[in-house]
Structures are given as structure tokens and as C-alpha cells.
């Protein structure tokens, strides 16, 4: 039953005619999962709260950076250094009092993922990551929970509901991930702070659709969303009888994601790496050969003095023109797409590689450089 002040707090809710108070315990008794607390994820769960929401779970392992702050919008200033997930918790029941918040800190992985996902109705993917986002695709199928879909990256967004009962999965889209290194992080190719925003409140507008059962939802769609246009535009998807997630049910268990997306899993032994006071002695003495696996225009904003320009998407035919007699050094901007150069290096025999630990931007604040 709702409380003489919830009834008030929702007030404008209770006066619509497709949610009313019958609408408004629906989503008192509702539960939803929110994987990520972060970009997507802080704009669904402050809005998932405000509209009443009865419970929200949270998924997330970090702590705030100065960084967040530019588009995470659960958090302030005074948050920087702290669980995501106690920043958050507090933020929300401030919020809205009457939502129990249920934190789950950690990754999630295939060894939980069902155990957590089993106990709420919808999944909100707010991932940044292409391990974890086939994970949850595959653990809403498995159980029958609708997966709550958005992606963002620069100036660019999507968004769609998959694996309801007659509608494609996220598989039927992107059967395989990309090669590993091939799609920046946002942390390296950037993001506008609005858009997060926007992607992140349509995901939650489709949870409250879902939730009361009114309207129509974007299952079988691909919203697309073009900030700099300001343009809106929707393809139809539809499920793909050979999906081996939601089409022929050939994916009956989670599996190792890590190494399907190319990553290194959980425990296995990586790329060897190197911090940048090494890196800094090491390059005095002139023993190692150093590599920029960026793009050039990140190249022209900066570099390390001695680096040679070799971009990821070029490495393969390169490799003719690398020593084997000496240890050789690869850097990007934060460390995925040069450890992603060092796996296609080893592939090719070439044994005496390192990763920049951090990249370029860890380079800048420890070496001065």
C-alpha cells in the first residue's frame, strides 16, 4: 500500500491515466537491477528512485574519480575516493526514502551473475565493457529477465530492450565481439558528459514502461542518437533463429567472457608491464624500443620523447620492421589497446614485450613526462 506521503510525493503520477495508484504500487513492488553505477547508470538510478521504484539494485566495484564527476552525476566532489556504491546508496535514499537500495560491490561475473540477476524482474545494462555487457545479455536470456540496453561514446548513443519473450537478444545485433583494441574505452576516445544522460533516462523510462506495462518499448528496435545532430533514428531488429543465446538455445550456461572478448580472464596471467619510473630509467639507457599505439592526432598532443608511432590497427604489417634483440615497450592512453598490441606481438613470437602500466596518462603524473 502507498503511505499518506507517498501518495503525495507521486501525486503527478496518480493523476495519469496510464499509471493512477494501481500503477504507482506496480512500481513500489517492482525491482531492478542496475549493472554499473556509472554513466548510464547514475541518471537511470536517480530517476528510477525519483519515480518510486521500490527496489534498486546497484552492481559496481569502483571507487569516484575526479574524472566521474564530468557526467556521473550520482556524485559530487566530496565523493571523490569513495565506494561508488556508498556515495550512491546515500545519494538515492536521500532521494527518495521510501526505495530500498541493495549494493552488490564487486564485478559481476559468470560466477554470480545468475545468482544476482535470478531475484529482480529487469536488468538496466549500463556496462562499459564488452565482457560483461555479453554476460548480461546471455544471464537475462537464460532467465528470462528484459535486458535494459545502452551504449555510449563520444558523441553517439543506442538504446534498446532486448531478451523479452518474442524479441531479439543483444547476440542477434552483435553475434561476436570486436577485436580486442579495435573500439577505444571511453576513457580514450571520450564521451560527451551530457549524453550519458540521455541514453541513461530513456533506460529508465523503458524499465518504468515495462515495469506498469503501458506503451511501446524499444524490444525489437535500435534507437540511435546523434548528440551533435541532434537526431533520433530506430532500426528494427528482430530475433535471429541461429542466436546461439535467444535463437537456438545452444548457450544453456554462462561462459568465460574475458577470453571470448579477447581479455585475459580473472587469475590468467597477462602482459608483462612496465611502470614509468622503469620505463624512465629504462629509456636513459637506451635499451628498449618504444611504440605509441595511439592515433595519430592523439600522437600531436602529446608523446613520449624517444616513441616511435605505430597505431594498433597497423601493428600486424609492422612487424618486420621490429627488433628481437631487445625488449620493446608499447603505450596508448590508458593501457588496453597497447596490452592488446602486446597479445598480436607475442602471437607473432616476439617474446620481449611490455605495456606501459597506465599508458600515457599514469606517464604524465608520475615521470613528469
Not at 504500487?25 to 542496475?34: G, Y
Not at 545519494?91 to 526514502?97: K, R
Not at 530492450?161 to 553475434?175: D, E, H, I, K, S
Amino acid at each position: 500500500m502507498l503511505s499518506p506521503q507517498e501518495l503525495r510525493r507521486y501525486s503527478r503520477h496518480l493523476v495519469l491515466p496510464h499509471v493512477g495508484v494501481e500503477g504507482q504500487r506496480k512500481l513500489k513492488a517492482a525491482r531492478v537491477l542496475i549493472v554499473g553505477a556509472g554513466g548510464l547508470g547514475s541518471p537511470a538510478a536517480l530517476y528510477l528512485a525519483a519515480a518510486g521504484l521500490g527496489h534498486i539494485g546497484l552492481v559496481d566495484f569502483d571507487s569516484v574519480d575526479a574524472s566521474n564527476l564530468q557526467r556521473q552525476i550520482l556524485y559530487g566532489t566530496s565523493d571523490v575516493g569513495r565506494p561508488k556504491l556508498e556515495a550512491a546508496r546515500e545519494q538515492l535514499e536521500n532521494l527518495n526514502p521510501h526505495v530500498c537500495v541493495d549494493t552488490f560491490d564487486g564485478r559481476l561475473t559468470r560466477h554470480n551473475a545468475l545468482e544476482i540477476i535470478r531475484e529482480f524482474d529487469i536488468v538496466l545494462d549500463g556496462t562499459d565493457n564488452f565482457a560483461t555487457r555479453y554476460l548480461t545479455n546471455d544471464a537475462c536470456v537464460i532467465l528470462g529477465k528484459p535486458n535494459v540496453y545502452g551504449s555510449i561514446f563520444r558523441f553517439e548513443g543506442q538504446a534498446s530492450v532486448f531478451a523479452t519473450t518474442n524479441g531479439p537478444c543483444y547476440r542477434c545485433l552483435f553475434r561476436e565481439p570486436p577485436p580486442p583494441g579495435s573500439v577505444p574505452s571511453c576513457e580514450e576516445g571520450g564521451v560527451l558528459g551530457v549524453l550519458p544522460g540521455l541514453i541513461g533516462v530513456i533506460q529508465a523510462t523503458e524499465a518504468v514502461k515495462l515495469v506498469l506495462g503501458i506503451g511501446e518499448t524499444l524490444a525489437g528496435r535500435l534507437l540511435m542518437v546523434d548528440a551533435l545532430s541532434m537526431r533520433f533514428r530506430t532500426i528494427a531488429l528482430e530475433r535471429d533463429p541461429s542466436c546461439p543465446a535467444c535463437g537456438t538455445r545452444k548457450i544453456r550456461e554462462l561462459i568465460d567472457y574475458d577470453a571470448f572478448c579477447g581479455t585475459p580472464a580473472e587469475g590468467e596471467i597477462g602482459v608483462a608491464e612496465i611502470t614509468s619510473d622503469e620505463l624512465r630509467a629504462r629509456l636513459a639507457a637506451g635499451d628498449v624500443e618504444l611504440i605509441d599505439v595511439r592515433e595519430p592526432r592523439e600522437w600531436e598532443s602529446g608523446r613520449i620523447a624517444g616513441a616511435r608511432l605505430m597505431p594498433l590497427a597497423t601493428i600486424e604489417r609492422e612487424l618486420p620492421t621490429l627488433p628481437r634483440d631487445r625488449d620493446i615497450v608499447l603505450y596508448c592512453k590508458s593501457g588496453s589497446r597497447s596490452a592488446a598490441a602486446a597479445r598480436t606481438l607475442q602471437s607473432a613470437g616476439l617474446t620481449r614485450v611490455l605495456s606501459l602500466a597506465g599508458g600515457f596518462n599514469r606517464w604524465g603524473v608520475e615521470s613528469g613526462g
